[in-house]
């Protein structure tokens, strides 16, 4: 007999597990690509607001800064990024997307929407605009920089 966790009557709880799946649909999706969604989170930003630093990219994404030179590493190896110089302040660097990692960002396109696509299917696209709209609320509501940037 099949039962369900004892919160899952819980929205909280809810959204969390279909986080963890969306996570892992992702990552899936991803691995023929050789990067993790934090990757490709790091690399759309960096494309999105262009001659960030290091810092910059963890207080807008919430990374732990010794965390994002981790991923920043990770893209380097794989030739997805490049850390230059800021010629307006040597002491710091800016990190860019290289060509390489541009077409990387254009394969996830494809693949996270297909992942997501296939996930959602369940819902028709009314239901799918409504849980855009109360998602958007609740991020805007409970994470007031939300509605400052376009992340």
């Known amino acids: 007999m099949q039962r369900r966790p004892p919160m899952s009557n ?3 709880y809810r959204l969390v597990k279909l986080g963890e799946m969306l996570l892992t649909l992702a990552e ?3 691995a023929p690509l050789g990067v993790k969604a934090k ?4 690399m759309e930003t960096l494309l999105a607001y262009d001659g960030l630093s290091q ?3 963890s207080r807008m994404l919430g990374i732990d800064p010794n965390v994002l030179v981790g991923l ?3 893209l380097e190896a794989r030739g997805f990024a490049e850390r230059r110089r800021n010629p307006e302040d040597r002491r710091r660097h800016l990190v860019h ?3 390489a990692g541009r077409a990387a ?8 929407g297909a992942a997501e696509d296939g996930f959602f299917a369940v819902l028709d696209e009314d239901q799918r605009d409504v849980l855009r709209d109360a998602s958007e609320r609740l991020l805007t509501a409970h994470r007031p920089d939300w509605a ?4």
Do not use: M, N
């Not at 990757?39 to 790091?42: G, P, S």
């Open 28 to 30: 899936d999706a991803l």
């Open 105 to 112: 960002v254009e394969q996830s396109r494809t693949l996270l």
């Open 72 to 74: 920043i590493d990770d």
């Open 148 to 151: 400052e940037t376009d992340c």
């Open 39 to 42: 990757h490709i989170h790091v």
């Open 10 to 12: 819980r929205t909280g």
């Open 55 to 57: 810092q910059d990219v």
């Open 97 to 99: 997307v290289t060509d």
